[in-house]
């Protein structure tokens, strides 16, 4: 047929407007309902991908959480054996301890050449170990040896003595001993009589070692 | 190789577009009257147009008198579009319906305007169709009124009506071409569908007709020519319509019809020609209509009568040989539903 130069049409404007728009909204919705699909799509399996990995993960830790408890004892345990391997260790280590005897021989070895003149009453020893126990291993401070007077390591000799004039070489006796320290008589005045006269000797013992 | 190539993709392309097309398309013609609505189906047939169908159906309720009569206020305008969208058929499944549409020749409006009054003109059939019982904006076109001037011929309907109508049919389900001016689709349409030139052709109708001189110019391509509305014949005649009785009614007709070619001469600066007015719409099935109006104007004429060698003869029977003059718009706007949608979109 021949080309029409001028439109006879007499549909307004709008009606082919509204057709193209509704086209061109059918198009868009059509892209949009495509790109909606895909990213459903990617969010789905993704989803599913971290849903799976989630099963599989908390399969596994079912099935492991057991052999962690049993691995979790088993560290307790050789923890325990070996604090407990320590102990042993260290308490079939350890010796005899001599020092109280060492004590004892010492101020008997000092008494011995006035045994004449000097009456013992009581040997009284404290050794350092004590005062280490009762710290619990830490370093002893001058509070807690204040407060716990008892753990003061000391040696308490409480004697008769017949002739003043030993007193002096028996002290000097017991400060030639190695194992006692500090030696210091003080003599009681309100004891004693004409013939005797009570004094009481303070030493500190010197442990060979420190028991733990 | 090349060939090869393009070959390749030549009936892959092909093949494509059969894909595409796969639902048969329909052209079909939809002339609104006041009264009734007439529709013509072109299919195509190995790219040939065959008229496939025709459907005649009748706006009145329970065989009422003439709804023209009733149409004088918006109330019944909405009515009236009610009751078209009602009565017209839902485009049918598996086909692609491609429709042209004319309006009542009574909804339009003519002027004949110079080159550079479109504006004002545009403004005045604004004003016109508020004032009317359409109380809308006007949609107006324009063509060139003669071959060798420059005068305009402006058709204007109103804008709320006829997009009310276009929508309505597009919700049906076909596929909106075009609404052309009921008298530019005869003209247009005449020479291929009677195989006669006509020097124009007048639509009679109840309702008012139009008649129309648009004809394709010898220098180029473009159509040019006049469009008139025809009064309407006197709604109070009943009974059967003969050449007697509406005699005063053709004095009027074949003035108008006179008066328009004489114009279209003066526009055209073209001699005198032999080419015959021709007659379509309901009216031009009544006997001896051709002779009452040749002897009044003296010129010949001739009635429309389709051209083609098959035409639907189950669907329609006709009183007389020139019955089908009735269907002479649906089966041109049909037609015109056949041709490129470029038609439709405007300057």
């Known amino acids: 047929m021949n080309t029409v130069h001028l439109s006879y049409d007499l549909i307004p404007v709008e009606f082919r407007n509204e057709v193209d728009a509704r086209r061109i909204r059918g198009v868009w919705i059509f892209l949009i309902a495509m790109l909606a699909i895909l990213l459903g799509h990617f969010v789905f399996t993704d989803w599913l991908r971290v849903e799976v990995?989630?099963?599989?993960?908390?399969l596994m830790a079912a099935k492991v959480g057991p052999i962690i408890d049993i691995r979790a004892a088993a560290i307790t345990q050789s923890e325990a054996n070996l604090r407990t391997a320590k102990s042993i260790d260290q308490i079939q280590s350890a010796r005899p301890d001599d020092s109280l005897l060492q004590t004892l021989a010492s101020v008997t070895v000092a008494a011995k050449p006035f045994h004449d003149d000097i009456l013992i009453d009581s040997i009284d020893i404290r050794l350092p170990l004590e005062e280490h126990l009762a710290t619990n291993g830490v370093e002893p401070q001058s509070q807690t040896v204040a407060v716990v007077d008892d753990l003061v390591p000391r040696v308490l000799?409480?004697?008769r003595v017949s002739d003043p004039l030993v007193i002096e070489s028996f002290l000097e006796a017991l400060r030639d001993q190695p194992r006692l320290a500090e030696v210091d008589a003080i003599v009681d005045p309100h004891s004693g009589d004409d013939t005797q006269q009570e004094l009481t000797i303070y030493a500190v013992p010197q442990a060979t070692r420190v028991i733990p | 190789m090349s060939s090869l190539l393009q070959f390749l993709s030549t009936s892959k392309i092909a093949r494509r577009r059969s894909l595409a097309s796969r639902?048969?398309?329909?052209?079909?013609?939809i002339d609104l009257d006041v009264e009734a609505i007439r529709i013509a189906i072109i299919r195509k047939q190995d790219t040939y147009p065959i008229w496939d169908s025709s459907i005649n159906l009748s706006l009145q309720e329970n065989g009422a008198t003439g709804i023209g009569e009733a149409?004088?206020?918006p109330q019944s305008l909405e009515c009236w579009i009610q009751r078209v969208l009602r009565v017209l058929p839902r485009s049918g499944e598996g086909f692609r319906n491609r429709v042209a549409i004319s309006l009542p020749s009574s909804w339009l409006h003519y002027e004949i305007i110079g080159q550079n009054e479109r504006a004002t003109a545009t403004t005045t059939c604004d004003s016109l169709m508020k004032d009317s019982l359409f109380q809308s904006e006007a949609h107006t076109q324009c063509w060139s009124a003669?071959?060798?001037?420059?005068?305009?011929?402006?058709?204007?309907?109103?804008?709320?009506?006829?997009?009310?109508?276009?929508?309505?049919?597009?919700?049906?389900?076909?596929?909106?071409?075009?609404v052309y001016p009921a008298g530019i689709a005869l003209s247009l349409a005449a020479k291929r569908l009677t195989t006669l030139t006509p020097r124009c052709v007048a639509y009679l109708?109840?309702?008012?007709?139009?008649?129309?001189?648009l004809k394709v110019s010898s220098v180029g391509s473009s159509e040019s020519g006049l469009c008139r509305k025809l009064p309407a014949l006197n709604t109070k005649i009943r009974g059967a319509i003969s050449i007697d009785n509406?005699?005063?009614?053709?004095?009027?007709?074949?003035q108008e019809i006179d008066a328009t070619l004489k114009y279209s001469r003066r526009l055209d600066q073209t001699p005198n020609d032999s080419l015959p007015i021709m007659l379509a719409g309901p009216l031009a099935a009544i006997s001896d209509i051709d002779a009452a109006i040749a002897s009044r104007i003296q010129f010949p004429v001739a009635i429309w009568r389709y051209a083609g060698a098959k035409r639907p003869g189950v669907s329609?029977?006709?009183?007389?040989?020139f019955g089908e003059a009735a269907d002479a718009i649906a089966l041109s706007l049909a037609h015109f539903a056949t041709l490129p949608s470029r038609l439709g979109k405007g300057r």
């Open chain 2, 316 to 321: 329609v029977t006709y009183d007389n040989e």
């Open chain 2, 246 to 254: 509406i005699a005063p009614w053709l004095d009027t007709i074949a």
């Open chain 1, 53 to 58: 990995a989630n099963r599989c993960a908390r």
């Open chain 1, 157 to 159: 000799i409480r004697l």
């Open chain 2, 71 to 73: 149409i004088d206020s």
């Open chain 2, 23 to 29: 639902r048969e398309v329909r052209y079909v013609g």
């Open chain 2, 205 to 213: 109708s109840r309702f008012g007709g139009s008649v129309s001189t």
């Open chain 2, 146 to 178: 003669g071959a060798n001037t420059d005068r305009l011929m402006l058709a204007a309907v109103s804008k709320q009506a006829t997009l009310k109508l276009v929508r309505g049919i597009h919700l049906l389900g076909y596929e909106v071409a075009g």
